[in-house]
């Protein structure tokens, strides 16, 4: 059976703790893009970026049942989509964000 989620986290949320696909089809939907915004502007490479927030998705789906609750979702999401690029940028032996630059990402609209 497909369940048709309306875009609430509380919601999408339960239904990616029961293991509903369509659950994680709606959060794909709903933070697909501003996820990608995130990698795009840290990383600065649109392929690089695509890439990120394939492997971010793949470790929210596997994740999501350590997911406690004590912030939002998408601050959960937007803190593993920084800590993954932050990670790409010191494999590649690129510039490191420090608290600051991440400050400056929170605050600009990445609707």
Do not use: H
Request: glycine share 4%; with cysteine.
């Amino acid at each position: 059976m497909t369940v048709i989620y309306m875009k609430k986290d509380e919601n999408i949320l339960a239904g990616l703790k029961a293991g509903d696909n369509s659950a994680f089809e709606a959060l794909l939907d709903l933070y697909g893009d501003r996820v990608l915004k995130i990698c795009y502007l840290i990383l600065k490479d649109l392929p690089a970026a695509e890439d990120a927030v394939q492997e971010i998705f793949i470790q929210i789906y596997k994740s999501i049942k350590k997911f406690k609750g004590n912030s939002s979702l998408y601050t959960w999401i937007y803190k593993i989509a920084v800590n993954k690029c932050r990670d790409l940028l010191k494999d590649k032996g690129e510039y490191y964000l420090n608290d600051e630059d991440i400050n400056l990402l929170s605050e600009s609209n990445v609707e």
